[in-house]
């Protein structure tokens, strides 16, 4: 079975700190996409991030940055110098491979940003 | 381009009542997807299309439940008697293919509120 765990329901921070936010999947099989995406408060699904289980390396984009460890079954997202804008609801969805098309999400985590 | 687009944004109804919901992808996106997200949770996946058919339908939470994409364009999700519990955001989601590679691009949701 396939499962996504943010363990993080509410993270609030004040503007320009740093905060990461957790990421931890199981799955069986070998062959996987890890997906990032924020749900601002209009409610539209914005993609980040895309990474397959062959491609550990991290990556940064601008002030985002993403941390994935097979070892661990973990795909952690950091904001660095944190805005408000960020606020918002972060998911981590699992897609597996072999025709099984859907993503599996997690239960999200708001992120809360004062100025 | 235009993105994914969904009509009704909102859609309130008396239980027992017959509901459709529309979901227009983006313009050549062959993979649509119907996801329903409950309040304070990540979307699940209710049904996939590849073209005009129904590649999975595992996510559909009982027979009430139906979806058409009969052009392999535009879909429909009909939901008959509806029930209280029905009460959820409807998110549809299009992709290039169906490559498990590929990101979905999800539109802005539909609000069903079952009174």
């Known amino acids: 079975a396939q499962k996504v765990t943010q363990a993080q329901t509410e993270i609030s921070v004040v503007e320009k700190e740093d905060v990461t936010l957790d990421c931890v999947y199981e799955t069986r099989d070998t062959t996987y996409y890890l997906f990032w995406y924020k749900q601002p408060p209009s409610g539209e699904l914005v993609f980040l991030i895309r990474?397959?289980?062959?491609?550990?390396q991290n990556e940064i984009s601008g002030r985002y940055s993403w941390n994935f460890q097979k070892s661990t079954s973990s795909f952690n997202f950091t904001i660095t110098a944190s805005q408000v804008v960020d606020s918002a609801v972060y998911f981590c969805?699992?897609?597996?491979?072999?025709?099984?098309?859907?993503?599996?999400f997690g239960a999200g985590t708001r992120l809360a940003v004062h100025p | 381009g235009a993105g994914v687009s969904q009509t009704p944004s909102n859609k309130v109804t008396e239980k027992g009542k017959y509901v459709e919901l529309r979901c227009d992808p983006i313009?050549?996106?062959?993979?649509l997807y119907w996801y329903r997200q409950s309040l304070g949770q990540g979307p699940e996946f209710l049904i996939y299309f590849q073209g005009t058919g129904a590649a999975d339908d595992s996510g559909l939470p009982n027979d009430r439940f139906f979806a058409v994409r009969p052009e392999g364009s535009v879909s429909t999700l009909k939901i008959q008697r509806t029930e209280r519990g029905d009460s959820a955001v409807y998110l549809c989601?299009?992709?290039?293919?169906?490559?498990?590679?590929?990101?979905?691009?999800f539109g802005p949701g539909t609000r069903l509120t079952v009174l």
């Open positions: 313009s050549g996106h062959t993979a």
């Open positions: 990474r397959n289980s062959f491609d550990e």
């Open positions: 969805a699992l897609k597996v491979s072999g025709g099984y098309n859907k993503l599996i």
């Open positions: 989601a299009s992709s290039t293919d169906q490559s498990s590679y590929n990101e979905q691009f």
